[in-house]
């Protein structure tokens, strides 16, 4: 090698130096440019006829035609002037923050809680969460539809056992806020295992010393909570909490099929569900296109947070 | 007895009253599906099977289309999985064993991606699959489903290769293997339990996905089982509870099994694994 070198001319061996450069410089793009390829075809196209659909009348002609017609703006214009899409915004805003802080608070007090109890009961209940988990959302809600159907679910039978009051045949299905409140009974539920497994091994990463240490030094309980405890499981709870609200805003799957497609009007609208009722179930697909931007700006201005935490995360290594 | 013995019982109590109700609904479904009509319909209900019956598991797997649409999650499931594990191994290589530029877009690209709510897909997947004639096919449900495992895959991979050894690569190179070689033979089985992880997370989102499953397939022959099982019901006046909760606990027996496999890989993927990604 090193005559070779000597017998080259020196241009022809720097250039000979960055051809190979070169070549091992792909590597990397070429890896990774299969993925690249595939969601640019499957997400990143459909995601500009998004725009594009947003701004053309498309109804069931254009879908047959695959061509809509331009009218501009109209569609964010009868969105922004429809009065359901602001109380269904807000609705999906206050049903989304119930829905996290509950599932927050409640999944942090589990976790606090399974430091505390005995291995067996640890394991006992984290089984149990695990099962729950992978409960999939179809089924759960299945399950709450026979739990609580009015004739004779096993919900009105127990709060009336224990004496909540007489709910002899309640019709859960009621009211707005009680079909809401339903879903999310079956949301919080459903997403509690995860939570809770996840802080619970956050706060495993507590340093046992440093516990002691404090406690040695006579601090209070609730004082060691707060100074040495929280300091550490706090990124975990900015992440959960930052995923959660991304997930119970757009949630679909849950509303639309405990509440029953019968019974969805625009009193009980999410935002997921209000524009699958608008775009997809009346053909309205310029619309549908409109509120789902709306949409998708919404939920990428929450998610900035979420990604620039996981970004200084990665830094790390 | 001391204060500490004391209050860790009443710990261990609140710990298994939760444990009770986290459970009921799941003991709940079991239960009925077990149960016999006449105990199932009574007003004052009762915990346990009294006579234990398979009758509901028989109807359920009776009612139209059941094992077609079963064949249809299979195929969707496995397809969806094979293509992105393949895909999402070559990214995570890149991810975790280069440094180039755009390396941060890229990885931006793949976190925000998984933000985009799937409800906010529906109208331009559906317009562009139409366009193609990929409405009523597998094909496309396969297409929708990658848009979601495929960047949780990338994100998640990292995370596993990053925990292998870089000795160990390096020494395969020392002994004359070229990169090519030394992650084929090295890195592979190293990953494979992280692969595994991955594939398995990825089989229990696509078999769970409802949403699109309901928009682009019609014919119930060509449906996949959620949307069977949501559609059980169908218009009746009469439930058939316990056909119901038969056919629900046989949805679920495939990812309550996968789940229990990877259990404590899942908490390891999503804290320790994606964090370090």
């Known amino acids: 090698m090193a005559s070779a070198a000597e017998t080259t001319p020196k241009w022809s061996r720097r250039r000979r130096f960055t051809w190979r450069r070169a070549g091992q410089g792909a590597v990397p793009y070429a890896l990774v440019a299969p993925v690249v390829v595939v969601m640019g075809a499957i997400l990143g196209y459909p995601l500009y006829s998004l725009v594009r659909i947003a701004l053309d009348r498309y109804g069931l002609t254009e879908l047959i035609q695959h061509k809509g017609v331009y009218i501009g703006l109209k569609n964010f214009g009868s969105v922004l002037h429809d009065s359901v899409f602001w109380h269904t915004l807000?609705?999906?805003?206050?049903?989304?923050?119930?829905?996290?802080?509950?599932?927050?608070?409640?999944?942090?007090?589990?976790?606090?809680?399974?430091?505390?109890?005995?291995?067996?009961?640890?394991?006992?209940?984290?089984?149990?969460?695990?099962?729950?988990?992978?409960?999939?959302?179809?089924?759960?809600?299945?399950?709450?539809?026979?739990?609580?159907?009015?004739?004779?679910?096993?919900?009105?039978?127990?709060?009336?056992?224990?004496?909540?009051?007489?709910?002899?045949?309640?019709?859960?299905?009621?009211?707005?806020?009680?079909?809401?409140?339903?879903?999310?009974?079956?949301?919080?539920?459903?997403?509690?295992?995860?939570?809770?497994?996840?802080?619970?091994?956050?706060?495993?990463?507590?340093?046992?010393?440093?516990?002691?240490?404090?406690?040695?030094?006579?601090?209070?309980?609730?004082?060691?909570?707060?100074?040495?405890?929280?300091?550490?499981?706090?990124?975990?709870?900015?992440?959960?909490?930052?995923?959660?609200?991304?997930?119970?805003?757009?949630?679909?799957?849950?509303?639309?099929?405990?509440?029953?497609?019968p019974h969805i009007t625009s009193a009980n609208y999410l935002m997921g569900i209000y524009l699958f009722e608008q775009g997809y179930v009346n053909a309205n697909f310029g619309l549908g296109a409109a509120i789902s931007i709306l949409m998708l700006v919404i939920v990428a201005a929450m998610s900035v947070v979420y990604v620039r935490r996981m970004l200084r995360i990665g830094d790390v290594t | 007895m001391s204060v500490r013995n004391a209050r860790r019982n009443a710990w261990n109590v609140v710990g298994v009253a939760i444990f009770v109700v986290m459970i009921f609904p799941v003991f709940w479904m079991v239960s009925t599906a077990f149960k016999s009509d006449d105990q199932i319909n009574a007003l004052t209900p009762t915990w346990f099977p009294l006579h234990p019956t398979l009758k509901h598991f028989r109807d359920a797997l009776a009612k139209p289309y059941f094992w077609d649409d079963v064949k249809n999650s299979v195929i969707v499931v496995l397809v969806t999985v094979t293509i992105a594990m393949v895909l999402a191994f070559l990214a995570a290589v890149a991810l975790s064993k280069y440094r180039f530029t755009g390396r941060k877009l890229f990885i931006v690209l793949v976190i925000g991606v998984q933000m985009l709510p799937g409800a906010g897909l529906i109208i331009p997947l559906y317009v562009v699959l139409a366009r193609y004639h990929e409405v009523n096919t597998l094909t496309g449900v396969i297409l929708v489903y990658l848009t979601g495992v495929l960047p949780f895959s990338v994100w998640t991979l990292p995370g596993f290769i990053l925990g292998i050894p870089k000795d160990l690569e390096e020494a395969a190179m020392v002994d004359g293997s070229t990169r090519l070689g030394a992650f084929a033979r090295i890195l592979l089985p190293l990953v494979a339990p992280g692969l595994v992880a991955t594939s398995v997370f990825a089989f229990i989102t696509s078999w769970n996905e409802y949403i699109f499953a309901r928009v682009l397939l019609n014919d119930g022959s060509k449906q996949t089982i959620t949307v069977w099982l949501s559609y059980f019901l169908g218009t009746s006046r009469e439930t058939d509870w316990g056909a119901l909760m038969a056919a629900s606990t046989l949805t679920a027996i495939p990812v309550v099994v996968f789940f229990l496999l990877i259990q404590r890989r899942i908490a390891f993927g999503l804290t320790a694994g994606a964090v370090r990604g």
Not at chain 1, 121 to 126: E, H, K, Q, W, Y
Not at chain 1, 142 to 166: A, D, R
Not at chain 1, 208 to 215: F, H, M, P, T
């Open chain 1, 90 to 261: 807000l609705r999906t805003i206050v049903f989304a923050a119930t829905n996290v802080g509950l599932t927050m608070v409640i999944g942090t007090l589990l976790a606090l809680l399974l430091v505390r109890i005995s291995t067996w009961v640890r394991v006992l209940l984290t089984a149990g969460l695990v099962l729950v988990w992978s409960m999939p959302p179809v089924v759960a809600v299945q399950v709450w539809n026979w739990m609580i159907n009015s004739e004779n679910g096993v919900l009105n039978y127990i709060l009336t056992e224990l004496h909540f009051g007489n709910y002899f045949q309640h019709n859960w299905m009621q009211t707005p806020l009680s079909q809401l409140g339903m879903v999310t009974t079956l949301i919080v539920w459903g997403a509690l295992p995860f939570v809770v497994i996840t802080v619970y091994a956050a706060l495993s990463q507590v340093p046992r010393e440093l516990v002691e240490a404090a406690e040695i030094d006579g601090a209070r309980s609730w004082r060691v909570f707060l100074d040495v405890t929280v300091p550490v499981i706090t990124p975990v709870l900015l992440i959960l909490t930052s995923l959660s609200i991304l997930w119970d805003f757009g949630v679909f799957t849950q509303a639309y099929l405990l509440i029953g497609q």
